[in-house]
């Protein structure tokens, strides 16, 4: 019995090892490892412009905003700057060739000419606008597939064109153009659609005469899965730069939950996966396809997210989204993954032809890895991940002022907008990464554009104000008011979670903002701490004490020109500089919560990790701070 007893001994002593170990060892997010595996297949550049990288950068631009992790970033600039001259032409594409693929790659431009606001994007995305306002149409005004295929709409070409098309005109405040979005999907719908079943065919010609149309509806002739898959991501991609007071929102709404009830009509009940084609689930040879049950997962998945659709629909992606994982999910390397069961390609006429037979479907290549496939795994992961984290905000809304803050400015079309810290604004100075953080926490993300009153303040939980107007800065501001102050005041007190966020002196309206912050135990030093030189990162840095109450898992921090803080009951510090100073406070007044820093500090171009070392921990510090305040709410 000694040897099984100090048998046992040993087993308990070496189990806690073993699991720090396995802590150790734990295998990185499935975004991570299918990212990875992009940036070792795809090193190279691509033979020529195509929508199969674009589907491949949109999903990798996803999780960068998602992570904070600026090598996806790089690796999207990088794969885009192979094509893009520094006058903004774009390298093997011809406008004159009239095909829709050609324009998908455009979101990725708008994100990049948004980021870095290099004009070179821009230039190159309009390049890709102007084809569509010359492209070739249907009687009735929809898109031809390609020049080369005249009178033809393809489900495929609404997820090439449309999330761009109405990305673009958002930019330039084309309302006109929403009008023609909306048209381009209910065209389809209309023509594409089987009444019995809810699936739209792959094609419909107009005119009737091609080999592979019906010669009484012009249809196609079976339901090809991907093609479904396009549409329905190209539905909740357009919907995000859809205007929300627009006549036919709720149109595109109702097609995407008329899609999403045939979708789940035809999800295979043991798998959770989707066959290549839908209409022939039982027939010999028909198999699991992974590009389209990764777009049917995404686009469920982002469409409950966003409350297009009823979240007992997150139950058909979460069953797909396993069932991805177990049917074309394989380990290449220690972290690094391969997805399994793509088919390459599935057209309609053309040389040699495709006559859209079900022999014609089986007939084309399945591989491993391809980029269409992973594109949409890579979207469908990033949202099954943003559904896993935990939804604090749920039903809360975070409101950001934009009244006081009101610096405006000329965009490039010549609109005037306000700008700087604002929630849609991508640049260094936007808030764009920390309101993905709210919304990834379930909180609803708006803005402010009056004084604060008893009424506009009920619609939020969670009231911010950035950096408030000089004199130099607007030249009529908005200074903080007497009424303001007591409004603010007394929503506090009534529950409410104030963040007041300053600057270093000069740059901010500090009189009026420390008769606010006065109600609460702080006032702004009007000083300039933390002065940096060149890219001296480190004169910067803040150190995070263990056990710090509110910064959970950031353990030090990028702080640059801030002002310090003076503070009295019921304020307390939350962290000092290196010298003692105060540099963030909260303070808790009746059944609300002030956070006060005294620098905008959460801004872009500290956050999104294309500045800052790896070292800093800025974008894990507005999680914390995100998570503090749905703390904060839910003690009410």
């Known amino acids: 019995m000694r040897p099984l007893i100090f048998s046992l001994i040993a087993f308990v002593m070496l189990a806690p090892q073993a699991n720090a170990q396995n802590a150790n ?40 905003r998602r992570t904070g992790n600026a090598v996806y970033f790089k690796y999207v600039q990088d794969k885009m700057d192979q094509f893009i001259s520094a006058e903004g032409v ?22 990049l000419y948004k980021v870095t606001g290099q004009q070179k994007y821009f230039k190159a995305a309009t390049t890709l606008w102007e084809q569509l306002q010359k492209h070739p149409r249907t009687k009735e005004g929809g898109f031809w597939h390609k020049k080369i295929y005249p009178n033809q709409m393809w489900l495929d070409g609404l997820y090439m064109g449309q999330p761009f098309y109405a990305e673009y005109a958002a930019l330039i405040n084309n309302k006109a153009a929403f009008d023609d979005i909306a048209n381009q999907f209910i065209f389809m719908e209309k ?40 549409y329905a991501m190209a539905l909740v991609d357009a919907l995000d730069n859809f205007p929300k007071d627009h006549p036919q929102r709720k149109e595109l709404i109702n097609i995407l939950n008329r899609l999403a009830v045939a979708i789940k009509s035809v999800q295979n009940n043991k798998t959770g996966v989707w066959y290549d084609i839908l209409d022939r689930p039982n027939d010999k040879g028909n198999y699991f396809e992974s590009s389209a049950s990764a777009m049917f997962v995404y686009a469920i998945a982002k ?41 390459t390609v599935s057209g309609l006429g053309g040389k040699p032809y495709r006559d859209g037979s079900y022999a014609y479907y089986l007939s084309e290549k399945v591989i491993t890895n391809d980029p269409k496939g992973v594109g949409a795994f890579l979207k469908a ?87 408030p107007d000089t004199e130099k800065e607007t030249a009529k501001p908005n200074f903080i008011a007497a009424n303001d102050i007591k409004n603010i005041t007394d ?30 135990g702080v006032q702004f030093n009007k000083d300039s701490k933390g002065r940096v030189v060149g890219n001296k990162f480190e004169m910067g840095k803040a150190i995070v004490p263990a056990g710090n109450e509110l910064f ?5 921090l990028y702080i640059k020109e801030y002002s310090t803080l003076k503070l009295v009951a019921p304020a307390k510090p939350v962290l000092k500089d290196k010298d ?57």
Do not use: C
């Open 303 to 343: 469409g409950v997210r966003m409350q297009y659709l009823p979240q007992s629909y997150f139950a058909v992606a979460d069953k797909g989204y396993k069932g991805m994982q177990q049917e074309f999910v394989e380990q290449r390397a220690e972290n690094m993954v391969n997805l399994k069961g793509t088919v």
């Open 90 to 111: 774009i390298d093997t594409y011809s406008q004159d060739h009239f095909n829709i693929d050609n324009v998908k790659n455009g979101t990725v431009l708008l994100d």
């Open 491 to 520: 929503w506090v007190k009534a529950g409410g979670i104030l963040i007041l966020m300053g600057n270093d002196t000069g740059n901010v309206e500090f009189d009026h903002f420390n008769q606010l912050a006065k109600n609460f």
């Open 580 to 636: 003692g100073n105060n540099m963030m406070a909260v303070a808790k007044l009746g059944k609300g919560a002030v956070f006060v820093i005294g620098d905008p500090w959460l801004y872009n171009e500290y956050v999104d990790g294309r500045k800052l070392p790896a070292e800093y921990d800025n974008f894990k510090a507005g999680q914390d701070l995100v998570n503090w305040v749905g703390k904060q709410l839910m003690k009410k």
């Open 25 to 64: 060892t734990k295998a990185k997010p499935l975004s991570d490892q299918m990212a990875a595996t992009v940036m070792e297949v795809w090193k190279e550049r691509s033979k020529k412009w195509s929508y199969d990288d674009g589907v491949v950068q949109d999903g990798m631009n996803e999780i960068w």
């Open 552 to 556: 959970k898992t950031s353990q030090q």
């Open 381 to 467: 992961i990033n949202e099954m991940e943003i559904a896993a984290m935990p939804k604090p905000g749920l039903g809360k809304t975070v409101m950001l002022d934009s009244y006081f803050n009101h610096e405006t400015k000329k965009d490039q079309s010549g609109n005037v907008v306000s700008w700087h810290y604002k929630w849609e604004e991508m640049s260094n100075g936007g808030f764009s990464m920390w309101g993905e953080q709210f919304n990834n926490a379930g909180f609803k993300t708006s803005a402010l554009y009056n004084a604060p009153t008893a009424t506009n303040l009920k619609k939020a939980s969670v009231y911010i104000i950035v950096d």
């Open 191 to 230: 023509n594409a659609r089987d009444a019995k079943t809810g699936l739209l065919y792959h094609g419909w010609d107009e005119s009737k005469v091609e080999r592979w149309a019906d010669p009484k509806t012009g249809l196609s002739p079976h339901i090809w899965a991907r093609a479904m898959g396009w």
